[in-house]
């Protein structure tokens, strides 16, 4: 077989608006290999780069795991000292990055076993739905793996503090209905139903104004900064550019008319 094919692999699919990004492992359910995090970074990019797309579904191959985490089976080869530990590090800060910073609107559509760095990839993207029977968990504490400041502060940054200590603290695993209760996703969806209201909540956000979109992503990562960081003028530029755009007038036109708008990003 194939090193590439079984180290999994991280791929990207365009249809329409919406580019959708799989982690694609199911049989380590979607275990992160050292070239899937490089692949993240990668696939994230393109998708950024691609002017046809205005948001971005990231999701795992099959029914039964987003993502279990980073693929242990490689930590004897890739983390045997402190400076190889060190380097597989900063790949994954790199794909994570890529992903948190991210242009336009990202969606993490989670099915199954969400833990370890596969919470963290759901944790970077600015929207988390999932199936009913979905299950999340950062088992660090029972692995006696020390967690890096920068994840700890990546958890607490999207759920606030408390609920950070308990997911580190407990190391426990939590059911769809927890995690909603803590913050870490916004909706559950019924497993027999997830495909088609997946589709439909991204699709939904897709079909909005793509440069609406961007001006409210360009918002919350520069709300994300140190105040003293802040690049607000960027942002003001952004909304100054959606007033002056063909979008906004076929929005009110199709407001109007009481049709679908047909936004082209200009």
């Known amino acids: ?20 990004i799989t982690l694609d492992q199911p049989a380590r359910h979607n275990a992160m290999s050292l070239a899937m995090w490089r692949e993240l970074a990668a696939r994230v990019e393109e998708a950024v780069a691609d002017d046809a797309v205005r948001a971005i579904l990231v ?18 080869e890739n983390r045997s000292t402190p400076e190889a530990g060190a380097a597989y590090d900063h790949v994954v800060d790199i794909g994570l990055e890529a992903l948190r910073r991210a242009a336009k609107p ?62 580190l603290f407990t190391a426990a695993i939590l059911d769809a209905q927890d995690a909603r209760r803590v913050g870490i ?12 209201e ?20 360009r918002a919350l990562l520069e709300h994300a900064k140190p105040a003293q960081e802040r690049d607000v003028a960027s942002v003001q530029a952004a909304v100054a550019a959606c007033q002056a755009s063909a979008d906004y007038r076929e929005g009110r036109a199709a407001f109007r008319e009481k049709r679908e708008p047909r936004f082209t990003g200009r």
């Open 185 to 196: 996703i916004s909706r559950i969806l019924p497993d027999e139903r997830f495909a088609d």
């Open 198 to 217: 997946v589709a439909a909540f991204a699709g939904a956000i897709a079909g909005n104004a793509p440069l609406v979109l961007q001006a409210v992503k």
């Open 59 to 76: 999701t795992g191959a099959g029914e039964k795991a987003f993502c279990s985490g980073a693929d242990i089976s490689e930590f004897g």
């Open 106 to 167: 990202t969606i993490a559509a989670i099915r199954g076993i969400c833990f370890g760095g596969g919470l963290e990839v759901a944790l970077c993207c600015d929207l988390r739905i999932a199936a009913s029977g979905s299950r999340f968990r950062i088992p660090a504490a029972r692995l006696g793996l020390g967690y890096a400041y920068e994840n700890v502060a990546l958890v607490v940054d999207r759920l606030g503090t408390d609920a950070a200590a308990e997911i």
């Open 1 to 20: 077989m194939d090193a590439s094919v079984q180290a999994g692999r991280v791929t990207l699919a365009v249809d329409g608006a919406l580019a959708t």
